[in-house]
């Protein structure tokens, strides 16, 4: 297991100090996020509430407010029992009071860019370790559940999938994603002169899609935790070394 050095940690105090992040995603190279301010937060929040109005003035959009009543309806259309979600997270929820230590939480509290920064040897240890020990919880998971939980389990996904399906279809999913790439298009910079707009427009952004998928997808997800303060772990008092 790679282990959170001084050094890693003193990275992190730049960053919360300096309000800058430097985010490790494949073919954005050259990227830095500048800390949002003010003026950026308020016009994050004009971008959403103007959006999410203009989009339910147009319809063809439902609320998220109406998101019970739709899925309900949908499982008893298709036989489905909406029901099993509460089942199933009873069940995860004792799973994960009986899986053993050392199969919970994440394998490690180094963050993407602290591997990236890791020699390659030890990269290519610890990619070989969260291997086995993904395979260790899936066996785990496998002989934990009776036949009867684990129709429970698997109905209960089938449900979830239908969830987010409905979620990704309501007004304020696209006005969330609008927000996004307005706050993305003000605060993703150039790392040469952070002065400069990393991208030029919102299209510019969404075309990400077309040539590199991935990257617009960590793209978001690097954005979200950079804005919301990076990981859960990534500031803690035991994070430091001794």
Same mark, same amino acid.
């Given at each position: ?38 003026? &950026? /937060?308020? #016009?994050?929040?004009? %971008? ?5 109005? =203009?989009? $339910? ?67 290519? &240890? /610890?990619? #070989?370790?969260?291997? %086995? ?5 899936? =066996?785990? $998971? ?70 590199? #998928? ?29």
């Amino acid at each position: 297991m790679s282990e959170l050095t001084k050094d890693m940690v003193e990275r992190r105090l730049d960053q919360v100090a300096s309000g800058f992040f430097k985010p490790e995603i494949s073919g954005l190279t050259g990227l830095v996020f500048i800390k949002m301010g003010l003026k &950026e /937060r308020g #016009k994050s929040s004009r %971008a959403y509430s103007s959006k999410l109005k =203009e989009l $339910l003035n147009e319809g063809g959009y439902f609320s998220e407010a109406l998101l019970p009543t739709a899925l309900k309806k949908i499982c008893d259309d298709n036989g489905l029992d909406v029901g099993v979600l509460k089942k199933s997270r009873d069940l995860m929820k004792h799973f994960y009071k009986e899986i053993p230590d050392h199969l919970t939480g994440s394998y490690d509290e180094l963050t993407d860019e602290e591997v990236a920064l890791l020699p390659q040897e030890e990269k290519t &240890e /610890r990619q #070989k370790e969260i291997q %086995a020990r993904g395979r260790e919880i899936i =066996e785990y $998971l496998q002989n934990y559940f009776t036949e009867d939980e684990q129709k429970v389990i698997d109905q209960a996904k089938q449900v979830q999938a239908l969830e987010e399906h409905l979620k990704v279809n309501t007004a304020e999913h696209f006005a969330r994603k609008h927000q996004m790439e307005i706050e993305i298009l003000l605060c993703a910079r150039s790392e040469d002169d952070i002065q400069i707009p990393y991208f030029k427009s919102q299209e510019e952004i969404q075309g990400l899609g077309d040539i590199n #998928k991935n990257g617009l997808v960590q793209l978001y997800l690097k954005w979200k935790q950079f804005k919301e303060g990076m990981y859960p772990q990534f500031f803690r008092p035991n994070n430091l070394p001794e």
